[in-house]
């Protein structure tokens, strides 16, 4: 057990500090601090030492340094129980620090703030505080660090009789993580500045979000992490107004819900069963566009996750309740909606908030054993005026409308993936094949007679003409692929023989 004597206080976030102080002082704990949290202390009538009383040297370079100084970090790092050590203190008049608390200047919430100058960045750049903490935090046998408000009344309560090994460790670790986690978000806004994509090093910082019953199955632990400053729409930002708690498969599965539905603009419904579209229609409104999503599928809808790109009125809400679905994310739901949806008692109901951050590509992170895969964000879409008409027959202006809904749900389904269309919905899905016409033939099953007058897209080229026969078979008019196969020629002409339009994107979206 680890008496506390004598604390050094130094925090940027001042939230607790005062009743910490208060609370150590009363226990007979002598106060040493800097700054702003000097003046915080002394005018709520707590007994503080300034730094440069103890150093016997001012602040200087506006506050640069001042904590950075053999009587601060001496009395941090001594090794107690080492007699040379004892003995340079007591040469040098130096006193030892039981307790460091100190959180660093606010970086992150700095470069979050819209149009902030690289200057002002810069300047929120720690460097005596991670010092502190690093310095008590490698010698927790004798010093307990606090960098976490929540952790104050633990220790504040043991001060006089001892803080216990377990806890300094515990402490100590925290430090290192707090100290790890600005770095990382320091380095990585500095790389960001340089243009700097893959750099040699990758660090990462994410913080928790929750706890998590299970992940996957449930044998599985897990929990949710997000960014330190998320970027645009994303689950990780969403408001929960209403059910249960979110699980692993419901964060997944809306994240996809929430990647398709950003690809339109007119009222859209996209339904998701394991991280793949069952059903996503378009339409005048928003009730249109929900029956379109709904009668895509509506065997796999049961259970589902849905994301729209309205506010969720009253009318469209009742047929959503019709049915048993795990989360509505929307950009907001009118009062009546609410009302309605709320009746439901274990349906989450997610409301997308925007953030300051303008929405960009995020390097997308795959662990793999002993190490893991970055790569840029799929954003990537197509305009009519990019893609090229490869057949005898063009495809007709509603086939065109109807190629280009197709081609943005396909790019988020599975591969190797196929993918139907009719009127603004999806009338089959064929997800995650082991082959191209084996897709086919899924997505034309699952449309069955809907598919005569059907487009269809495709994620990759096709190898053979194979597809586009059991397209034909099928009565699909048009297609929508990217093309550069070496036997692009077979499938061409096949198409040719049977009237049907084709279009290459020049653009593959591989999703595994």
């Known amino acids: 057990m680890q008496p506390i004597r004598r ?69 941090l790092l001594a090794v107690r129980d080492e007699e040379s050590h004892r003995r340079q203190l007591d040469e040098r008049k130096i006193s030892l620090f039981d307790l460091v608390v100190v959180n660093l200047y606010p970086f992150q919430q700095t470069i979050a703030k819209p149009g902030v100058r690289y200057a002002d960045a810069i300047e929120n750049i720690d460097i005596g505080g991670p010092s502190m903490v690093r310095a008590a935090a490698k010698n927790h046998r004798y010093v307990t660090v ?111 819900a929430l990647e398709i539905v950003s690809e339109f603009d007119q009222p859209t419904v996209v339904a998701i069963k394991h991280m793949n579209p069952c059903g996503v229609g378009t339409g005048k409104d928003l009730e249109e566009a929900w029956q379109k999503a709904y009668e895509a599928d509506p065997v796999s809808i049961f259970g589902g996750i849905i994301a729209v790109n309205q506010q969720v009125d009253a009318a469209t809400a009742l047929k959503m309740k019709e049915i048993f679905l795990e ?24 409301q997308v908030v925007k953030t300051a951050q303008k929405e960009k590509a995020a390097s997308k992170l795959q662990t793999v054993r002993g190490g893991l895969l970055a790569q840029e964000e799929d954003l990537k879409s197509v305009t009519r005026e990019e893609c090229e008409v490869v057949t005898e027959r063009k495809p007709t202006e509603e086939e065109w409308k109807e190629l280009l809904f197709a081609w943005r749900v396909v790019k988020h389904v599975k591969s190797n993936a196929i993918v139907l269309t009719h009127n603004g919905k999806t009338i089959g899905v064929g997800a995650g094949q082991m082959n191209r016409v084996g897709a086919a033939k899924i997505a ?15 994620d990759a080229f096709f190898p053979m003409r194979d597809t586009v026969e059991t397209a034909a078979a099928a009565g699909v008019t048009a297609i929508i692929q990217p093309g550069g196969s070496i036997r692009d020629q077979d499938s061409i002409e096949e198409a040719n023989r049977h009237g049907i339009a084709m279009v290459f994107t020049g653009v593959r979206h591989f999703k595994h």
């Open 327 to 350: 989360i509505i994310m929307a950009p907001g739901f009118d009062e009546e909606a609410l009302a309605i949806l709320k009746e439901k008692k274990n349906l989450r109901l997610l």
């Open 444 to 458: 034309i099953e699952q449309a069955k007679e809907q598919a005569k007058g059907s487009v269809l897209a495709s």
């Open 146 to 256: 606090l960098v976490d408000p929540a952790d104050y009344d633990e220790v504040a309560e043991q001060a006089a009789g001892g803080v216990s090994d377990e806890i300094r460790r515990r402490l100590a670790a925290k430090a290192f993580r707090h100290t790890a986690a600005y770095d990382a978000v320091i380095a990585s806004y500095l790389t960001e500045q340089t243009g700097e994509v893959y750099p040699e090093k990758l660090t990462v910082t994410v913080e928790k979000a929750q706890g998590l019953r299970y992940g996957e199955n449930p044998h599985q632990s897990a929990a949710f992490y997000q960014d330190p400053i998320p970027a645009g729409q994303s689950v990780a930002t969403a408001e929960q107004l209403h059910g249960k708690e979110l699980s692993y498969n419901n964060i997944n599965d809306a994240n996809t």
């Open 7 to 75: 604390a050094l206080i130094s925090v940027s976030d001042k939230t607790g500090v005062v009743e910490l102080a208060r609370s150590l002082a009363g226990r007979g704990v002598e106060i040493v601090s800097t700054g702003g949290t000097r003046r915080k202390l002394a005018e709520a009538g707590i007994p503080v030492i300034g730094v440069s009383e103890v150093t016997g040297f001012p602040e200087i370079l506006d506050g640069r340094v001042k904590t950075l100084h053999p009587r601060i970090h001496a009395g």
